[in-house]
């Protein structure tokens, strides 16, 4: 695996709902268990396509009732 530069922006990765690799684009992204840390959610992201990794990153912001 090569460092070079993401494809696209953090903007652009969370606008297109972490849906792609942001390296190459692809679809194809396998994702890890989820991992709590406090208020922080991670989940381990890796490109079946180009092999990069990554890791997404949840912030709890509140709650909403749902009944």
């Known amino acids: 695996m090569n460092k070079r530069e993401p494809k696209l922006s953090q903007t652009d990765y969370v606008n297109r709902e972490g849906r792609q690799c942001p390296w190459c684009e692809s679809t194809d992204v ?38």
């Not at 840390?37 to 912030?59: F, K, P």
Request: proline share 3%.
């Open 30 to 67: 396998y994702w890890g268990d989820p991992l709590f840390n406090g208020s922080t959610l991670n989940i381990d992201a890796e490109c079946r396509d180009c092999g990069h990794v990554w890791e997404e990153e949840y912030q709890l912001t509140g709650y909403r009732e749902i009944k």
